[in-house]
């Protein structure tokens, strides 16, 4: 879809759903560069949420009282907002979790456990984040499998030449991508990875924590197995996030989490387990922010998608256009048509830690770390970066205080 003038994101306009904008230190609103760790929250979602907690809220799936069957309705409706957020076949095929870190160590330990051996090989890519690299990496070493890495080029991009060299060390079993890396931004082939995989028989893991956010996702499309999303990363509330997986084989694999509402009857000698999506939903889940998840969906799909992903665009080419003004300032990653809303940077002769205080000082949130990517860092050679993010909130303005924020710091610190 063409983003047109009417379906131009106005960030503007959107920042008035965000209270955290109204609150002014030293007479100006917080520029909050720091949405790749979590976004801000509309007042819909929270609305949505008090609501629930005030008029529908028992648990779910258990009582007959009408209180028990509005929790249950607003749960799985929610269920069928981030089905057809991400385009499963099926509701059921969505299973809530805590975050995209439960959801990508679920498919490790059940799948991985079950499926993987010595002479196999587990293939991650050099921009993943800890959550799935170290479970696959784990899972890899208590199976007896391979583990190895697609390593990046000087953009930050996977040299996806290097595939053949991997491929030979083993028996390629899963391949596990994120679609945007979270330091880097960089947009990656997860389409081509899932058609190099199923070559081999292996299935595709995609991380999508990252993407769903910013750009439409579709499962169908992407043509993976599993994929990971958060709520709180795209305006909905932390505590929950979602495991798309193929029916066939979710429904093959051993629960993750055992305990109640993942089983269909107990007894001493046996216990068996609870249709999709419930056989992997053991105990009470995070049922208002489920709801709140599903008016997350509602509220990015009323901006939409596409137009964030562009409004996200402008920014990181103007960013970058800024920085490169600077020959003090290293910026990392690929060029704006391969990336989304994310600039990582370092200041010649600063810490990334300094400069994020210097930038606090100003006002500017932004994110100075390894962001849970050490793989990453070696290969960029820096134990550090600091990290701009963007989201439907973000506009130029906010781009001008980092940039001034970053003369600040080098001409005190540099
Ligand atoms: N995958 C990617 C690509 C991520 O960026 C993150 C979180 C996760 C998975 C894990 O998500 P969670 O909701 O389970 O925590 N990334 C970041 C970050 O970049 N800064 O803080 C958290």
Request: without cysteine; hydrophobic residues 35%; aromatic residues 12%.
């Given at each position: 879809m063409a983003v047109t003038p009417e379906t131009k994101l106005d960030a503007h306009r959107l920042r008035?759903?965000?209270?955290?904008?109204d609150e002014l230190v030293n007479g100006r609103a917080v520029a909050f560069l720091d949405s790749a760790a979590s976004a801000q929250k509309p007042r819909q979602v929270l609305d949505t949420m008090r609501d629930f907690y005030e008029h529908s809220y028992a648990n779910v799936?258990?009582?007959?009282?009408r209180l028990a069957e509005r929790a249950t309705t607003g749960y799985e409706t929610a269920r069928g907002k981030v089905a057809g957020f991400v385009n499963a076949?099926?509701?059921?095929?969505v299973i809530f979790t805590r975050s995209a870190t439960e959801a990508l160590n679920l498919v490790a330990y059940a799948w991985g456990l079950d499926n993987l051996g010595p002479g196999d090989l587990v293939v991650v890519t050099d921009l993943e984040h800890h959550s799935s690299f170290v479970p696959w990496q784990y899972v890899a070493g208590r199976t007896g499998a391979g583990f190895k890495a697609i390593p990046i080029d000087e953009s930050g991009?996977?040299?996806?030449?290097a595939l053949d060299e991997i491929e030979r060390?083993?028996?390629?079993?899963v391949v596990a991508s994120n679609?945007?890396?979270?330091?880097?931004?960089t947009v990656n082939p997860v389409r081509e990875l899932a058609t190099w995989a199923h070559e081999r028989g292996a299935i595709m893991v995609v991380d999508a924590a990252q993407a769903a956010p910013h750009r439409p996702i579709d499962v169908q499309t992407l043509d993976c197995e599993f994929l990971a999303i958060s709520s709180h990363k795209m305006c909905g509330p932390s505590g929950v996030g979602a495991l798309w997986g193929r029916k066939e084989l979710l429904e093959s694999m051993a629960p993750f989490n055992l305990g109640?509402?993942?089983?269909r009857s107990v007894s001493t000698e046996r216990t068996t387990w609870n249709e999709?999506?419930?056989?992997?939903?053991?105990?009470?889940?995070?049922i208002a922010e489920a709801v709140g998840f599903g008016a997350a969906v509602d509220y990015v799909l009323e901006a939409g998608l596409e137009a964030i992903a562009q409004h996200e665009h402008d920014l990181v080419e103007y960013t970058l256009g800024k920085l490169g003004e600077l020959p003090w300032v290293t910026t990392y990653g690929p060029p704006p048509d391969r990336r989304a809303g994310i600039v990582s940077l370092n200041v010649d002769g600063v810490h990334p830690h300094d400069v994020a205080q210097v930038l606090d000082w100003e006002g500017v949130a932004v994110r100075a770390g390894h962001h849970c990517t050490q793989p990453l860092m070696t290969k960029l050679g820096v134990a550090a970066t600091v990290r701009a993010s963007f989201y439907v909130?973000?506009?130029q303005e906010e781009i001008d205080r980092l940039v001034d924020g970053l003369h600040k710091a080098k001409s005190s610190l540099g």
């Open positions: 008035a759903d965000f209270a955290v904008f799936h258990r009582g007959v009282y076949r099926s509701e059921r095929e991009e996977l040299q996806l030449d060390q083993g028996t390629v079993k679609l945007v890396s979270n330091t880097l931004g109640g509402e993942m089983i999709l999506p419930y056989k992997f939903e053991a105990g009470t889940p995070a909130y973000s506009i």
